[in-house]
């Protein structure tokens, strides 16, 4: 059985609507207007345990909408939800000491005591044995190297430093499926870093099944082996991230170096930047071969390669395909 199972899950929102002046906001209060809006559209797809799974999409494509249906603090309007062979709605608490949403826009932690006063309340609310607790607490502090950190207010700590503590205390129960929205947004490299290594170390040791927001696709490349892709609340694409590249994307970037003047290259593609003797070139996937044939015969290079774009482009140009286009894969 997968840890996630979602079958046509689908939320609609309705809204209510008026235009701007005191003539419509009178008739507003005889006769109001309506508009469902469709945030998540019958999407389908499971989630082995285990699996760390990247959930991409643009701002308001429906991501943190299924992650609160799967973590039952949104009722669906239609279609089926499991995780761990629970309905997520019912919110039992056998359930909720298997699961955590951590949202990096969202603090749980008291912001006026030491972040170990609020892990302390966690542990009475999941009714954690003391051993196991210290033993969890013990265990991610020394993996994120805030020992010293959980003893100050957090309304004195940096956004890094709070993010981190805020993940501690999200797993103290050492739960098996992790919600992760967002949870390095906003935050340097070095902390984005640290907290990648962290999830990857917690899911390899407690085999934990991950679902991963993230706008930073140095997040998804780390972590993720498989992306899900919504858009306009329908799954655009589920798979391997490089199918996604060769999926989404029909060329390749090509550079070529020489220690002559290059000349004008544009009879070979398209040129993206020249410096003389140094050029990179956008090209065609299936005209690659008869490119790099015909460079190499015709100049004299002295290094040549051939790469996929980087990922950010490629989520770019998925992001901003039409509604229209958005269908499952």
Same mark, same amino acid.
């Given at each position: 059985?997968?840890?996630?199972? !979602?079958?046509?899950?689908?939320?609609?929102?309705?809204?209510?609507?008026?235009?701007?002046?005191?003539?419509?906001?009178?008739?507003?209060?005889?006769?109001?207007?309506? *508009?469902?809006?469709?945030?998540?559209?019958?999407?389908?797809?499971?989630?082995?345990?285990?699996?760390?799974?990247?959930?991409?999409?643009?701002?308001?494509?429906?991501?943190?909408?299924?992650?609160?249906?799967?973590?039952?603090?949104? =009722?669906?309007?239609?279609?089926?939800?499991?995780?761990?062979?629970?309905?997520?709605?019912? *919110?039992?608490?056998? =359930?909720?000491?298997?699961?955590?949403?951590?949202?990096?826009?969202?603090?749980?932690?008291?912001?006026? $005591?030491?972040?170990?006063?609020?892990?302390?309340?966690?542990?009475?609310?999941?009714?954690?044995?003391?051993?196991? =607790?210290?033993?969890?607490?013990?265990?991610?502090?020394?993996?994120?190297? !805030? #020992?010293?950190?959980?003893?100050?207010? %957090?309304?004195?700590?940096?956004?890094?430093?709070?993010?981190?503590?805020? $993940?501690?205390?999200?797993?103290? /129960?050492?739960?098996? %499926?992790?919600?992760?929205?967002?949870?390095?947004?906003?935050?340097?490299? &070095?902390?984005?870093?640290?907290?990648?290594?962290?999830?990857?170390?917690?899911?390899?040791?407690?085999?934990?099944?991950?679902?991963?927001?993230? /706008?930073?696709?140095?997040?998804?490349?780390?972590?993720?082996?498989?992306?899900?892709?919504?858009? /306009?609340?329908?799954?655009?694409?589920?798979?391997?991230?490089? #199918?996604?590249?060769?999926?989404?994307?029909?060329?390749?970037?090509?550079?070529? #170096?020489?220690?002559?003047?290059?000349?004008?290259?544009?009879?070979?593609?398209?040129? $993206?930047?020249?410096?003389?003797?140094?050029? &990179?070139?956008?090209?065609?996937?299936?005209?690659?071969?008869?490119?790099?044939? #015909?460079?190499?015969?015709?100049?004299?290079?002295?290094?040549?390669?051939?790469?996929?774009?980087?990922?950010?482009?490629?989520?770019?140009?998925?992001?901003?395909?039409?509604?229209?286009?958005?269908?499952?894969?």
């Amino acid at each position: 059985m997968s840890a996630i199972h !979602i079958h046509k899950l689908t939320k609609i929102y309705t809204i209510h609507e008026r235009k701007a002046g005191v003539g419509a906001a009178v008739r507003g209060l005889l006769q109001r207007q309506k *508009r469902d809006v469709r945030a998540v559209d019958a999407i389908s797809f499971d989630v082995e345990q285990g699996e760390i799974v990247g959930f991409l999409g643009p701002n308001g494509a429906g991501k943190t909408t299924t992650l609160k249906m799967l973590s039952g603090l949104l =009722y669906p309007t239609s279609g089926e939800i499991s995780v761990l062979g629970f309905q997520p709605s019912r *919110r039992q608490g056998d =359930y909720l000491q298997q699961i955590a949403l951590v949202m990096g826009q969202r603090n749980q932690l008291i912001w006026d $005591i030491p972040a170990v006063d609020s892990y302390e309340l966690f542990r009475a609310i999941y009714r954690l044995p003391a051993d196991s =607790y210290q033993r969890a607490l013990d265990e991610m502090s020394d993996l994120l190297d !805030i #020992r010293d950190l959980i003893r100050k207010p %957090v309304r004195n700590l940096s956004l890094g430093e709070r993010m981190k503590c805020e $993940i501690v205390g999200a797993l103290l /129960h050492q739960p098996k %499926v992790l919600f992760l929205d967002e949870p390095t947004i906003g935050l340097d490299v &070095t902390a984005q870093r640290r907290i990648r290594e962290f999830i990857q170390t917690y899911n390899r040791r407690h085999n934990a099944t991950v679902m991963l927001t993230s /706008h930073y696709m140095a997040d998804v490349e780390a972590l993720a082996q498989r992306v899900v892709v919504i858009h /306009h609340g329908k799954i655009l694409f589920d798979g391997q991230l490089s #199918r996604l590249v060769e999926r989404f994307s029909p060329h390749k970037t090509l550079t070529v #170096r020489s220690d002559a003047d290059l000349g004008d290259l544009s009879a070979y593609g398209q040129v $993206i930047q020249q410096n003389g003797s140094e050029a &990179t070139l956008r090209v065609l996937k299936n005209e690659i071969a008869a490119v790099t044939a #015909r460079l190499l015969a015709n100049l004299s290079l002295t290094d040549l390669s051939v790469i996929d774009p980087p990922i950010e482009e490629v989520i770019e140009q998925v992001f901003n395909m039409p509604e229209s286009a958005a269908v499952e894969a």
